[in-house]
């Protein structure tokens, strides 16, 4: 837009100001000829503002003189001049408009451009019922009534109100402000007519008449009822609109009536997918493999813009696994070979069963009649790099989720943390720890297979850049890092070891290089999980932080019929205690759902008491509470 003139510096000579009225008045002169209204000489009006001025009708219109220059100092470059009436308010994408009167006022007081309404997008148009006038703003309006004033509506409410009839519905005219004073951070606005209300989770809702009064009488949304969850609709012969805490009806010679809901005795969930579906989608995977896709074009799908790269660091290296940490006492049984168990010094070897138990600050041994003990202990068996020998193995009681786990590669060693006994598993990453990862089934597709071998290569390789002080370790052993069952799982039949090895090259029997997934030259924190909803969800969603690779992606592979996916539904039934202790609740009669993550997850849930209090809960965490699947769910 041109910008105004520039004011002529001021003079204090007679000279200079009778020349300047000689301008002003050359200037009316000249305007009056070509048809222009003439303006106040000191205050010109140029460019698209003064367009507007003049069609308006100058200095004759409801804006009268200027009483400013053209100043351009508002936001997005926007520009002002102010009239004795109004001012006139320009941008490049809104053009210029006027305001004056009771919208003008109305506009101030939500804070002119900058509050929520933005700049004005129309004039004002008195063309409405009962001579109302209104004029239209980038994020809503202003509408002025006799008797009524000027009032802005934005966002839901105003949404609500269009969809009600603007001031020809059974609303009419606002009478209020939006107002955002109410429990839980809901917010109201008055119409001649009645009131429309939001609140999280369950939007705007207009309610008059005989519903509303009952409602008032019931407490407004602190009451039994709570928020309005609906409109007016039709039902039985009357209406009905729906509530947090129950509804109400209303019937031609009845009258409203208030239906308060009890607590349901158990609340029954329909959910999708299992884990918290961020990163790679196990049966997304094989539901690709089964596509077609390699397992790079899979790992490329989920963990976009990251690459599969090949890579020589650590691939010989030692993983410290952590097998057990709630035991004062376990028995170690070697098969197929002996053991030896090193405390300090000493160094005893015995072909039976030994058992360690803590004894003060100490680790104790028991091995054939003999006790040793030391501050820590290591346990070796023949077969091993560290003592060659038939092929041994040895078992660990309680070790796999309360089962004896069956070990037989590395060493193990057996420290104490807290009171109980912190076991250690010691072994190569790649070429005695990956063949005893047990994610998926081994007789999955060979690319499903190795997408999960470097999946888990790289969360391990990742988490081995330092050993976690809880456990002297890299990783647990279960799903809190990655499942991991030794022996029983490199032993077992299909094609998972063959995975293994096909991502990984070997000079004689040291690996040499190996593949993973990095993003910018760094490994990534490669997550992945069961099955997502149909999307798998966004880091942020979940843990809150926003990584490049863990966003949104299609995981509808996973609920193909190749998938095989037994987790692509499900159903749980939660009972009412439950549900009450999983929010924090006296009862809960209602829970409403928002599912509004960029994946497929429940961001928030909302329940209401029979009192008429609410809580709330993200999807994650209820997930948790309740021993869910999934965060992807409805509740019935």
């Known amino acids: 837009m041109p910008t105004s003139p520039r004011a002529p510096r001021a003079a204090s000579t007679a000279r200079l100001r009778a020349r300047r009225s000689i301008i002003a008045l050359a200037l009316g002169f000249a305007l009056s000829m070509s048809g222009l209204t003439p303006v106040h000489a000191s205050y010109p009006v140029a460019g698209a503002i003064g367009n507007l001025y003049r069609s308006l009708g100058g200095a004759g219109s409801a804006l009268g003189q200027p009483t400013g ?304 003990q030391a501050g820590w202990i290591t346990v070796e068996w023949e077969g091993t790099r560290y003592w060659s020998g038939s092929a041994a193995t040895v078992g660990v009681s309680h070790a796999q989720s309360g089962s004896t786990g069956t070990y037989r590669h590395g060493r193990i060693e057996v420290r104490r943390t807290g009171g109980n006994l912190n076991v250690i598993n010691v072994l190569k990453v790649n070429s005695e720890y990956l063949p005893g990862v047990a994610e998926v089934p081994n007789g999955w597709r060979d690319a499903a297979l190795q997408a999960q071998a470097i999946a888990a290569r790289t969360y391990a390789y990742r988490n081995m850049a330092s050993v976690k002080s809880a456990c002297e370790c890299h990783v647990y052993d279960e799903v809190q890092s990655q499942v991991f069952r030794g022996w029983n799982q490199e032993n077992a039949a299909g094609n998972w070891v063959r995975a293994v090895r096909a991502t990984q090259t070997v000079s004689g029997s040291t690996v040499t290089r190996a593949r993973v997934v990095r993003h910018n030259g760094a490994l990534i924190d490669a997550v992945y999980s069961s099955s997502s909803g149909g999307r798998t969800n966004p880091g942020a969603d979940v843990w809150g932080s926003n990584t490049p690779y863990l966003q949104s992606r299609d995981d509808s592979a996973a609920h193909t019929a190749a998938a095989n996916n037994p987790y692509s539904s499900w159903t749980a039934t939660i009972s009412q205690s439950d549900m009450a202790r999983a929010f924090g609740l006296s009862d809960v009669v209602s829970i409403q759902v928002a599912n509004n993550s960029a994946g497929s997850m429940v961001r928030q849930a909302t329940a209401t008491s029979s009192t008429g209090q609410t809580a709330t809960r993200s999807g994650t965490q209820l997930r948790t509470s309740l021993g869910l699947r999934s965060a992807t769910f409805t509740v019935n």
């Not at 090949?310 to 098969?335: H, M």
């Open 69 to 372: 220059p053209e100043r351009c100092t508002l936001r997005n470059s926007g520009c002002f001049q102010e009239f004795r009436g109004g001012s006139i308010h320009w941008t490049q994408s809104t053009g210029a408009h006027a305001t004056w009167g009771g919208i003008r006022t109305a506009w101030r007081n939500a804070g002119w451009e900058n509050g929520k309404l933005g700049y004005p997008t129309s004039g004002e148009r008195c063309t409405l019922r009962g001579g109302g006038c209104f004029q239209e703003f980038q994020g809503g309006s202003i509408h002025w009534s006799p008797g009524n004033g000027a009032h802005a509506t934005w966002g839901g409410i105003r949404t609500a109100w269009r969809n009600a009839g603007w001031e020809n519905g059974k609303l009419g005219y606002p009478t209020s402000g939006e107002r955002c004073t109410l429990r839980g951070g809901g917010c109201f606005q008055e119409f001649q007519g009645g009131s429309v209300h939001w609140s999280p989770g369950n939007g705007a809702h207009a309610t008059w008449g005989g519903i509303r009064t009952a409602w008032r009488n019931a407490g407004w949304e602190n009451g039994s009822l709570g928020y309005p969850t609906s409109g007016e609709y039709s039902s039985g012969g009357g209406v009905r609109q729906d509530f947090e805490g129950g509804y109400i009806t209303w019937r031609s010679g009845e009258g409203a009536r208030v239906h308060v809901q009890r607590a349901p005795s158990s609340f029954r969930l329909e959910g999708r997918g299992f884990g918290h579906g961020v990163g790679m989608s196990q049966y997304g995977a094989q539901g690709m493999a089964a596509q077609g896709r390699s397992a790079t074009q899979i790992l490329e799908h989920y963990y976009n813009p990251a690459k599969v790269e090949e890579i020589t660091a650590r691939a010989d290296d030692d993983i410290r696994v952590q097998l057990l940490a709630d035991r004062s006492s376990i028995t170690i049984t070697p098969s197929g070979g002996r053991l030896r168990v090193k405390a300090g010094p000493t160094t005893v070897a015995s072909s039976g069963q030994i058992t360690v138990n803590t004894s003060g600050s100490q680790v104790r041994a028991s091995i054939d009649g003999r006790t040793v």
